[in-house]
């Protein structure tokens, strides 16, 4: 069964920090690839971290320094450290799982992250 659940999502203020987590099933962990995505209404989703079965990691330029992926194998969850969280953050983040890099076929519900000048 193909299941990504993520939470974490809450409303802070600009500087501060969230922890998003993705559970996710037996068969979604083990994609080659898991990602965050993250998507502001109007806009097209924006790829923000992924991190290979082997544990390459990937992020993008608007959060290099301030996003760390991490996982707990045992749980089957990953995560998504955020600090020195900006306004240009806020969105619903997005856990994603697939064979590769570059085309998930696995998606979560979605959390939402609101940051506040």
């Known amino acids: 069964q193909v299941q990504l659940m993520e939470s974490g999502g809450d409303s802070v203020q600009a500087g501060g920090s969230l922890r998003l987590s993705c559970a996710a099933s037996?068969?979604?962990?083990?994609?080659?690839?898991m990602a965050w995505f993250r998507q502001v209404p109007g806009k097209e989703r924006e790829k923000v971290a992924t991190i290979t079965f082997g544990g390459t990691d990937w992020y993008a330029d608007s959060v290099k320094g301030r996003f760390t992926l991490s996982r707990d194998s045992a749980k089957k969850v990953l995560y998504l450290q955020m600090n020195s969280l900006k306004p240009e953050d806020t969105a619903m983040y997005y856990c994603?799982?697939?064979?590769?890099?570059?085309?998930?076929?696995?998606w979560g519900q979605g959390t939402q992250v609101t940051v506040s000048s």
């Open positions: 994603a799982a697939g064979g590769d890099c570059y085309s998930f076929t696995h």
């Open positions: 037996e068969y979604s962990y083990t994609r080659h690839c």
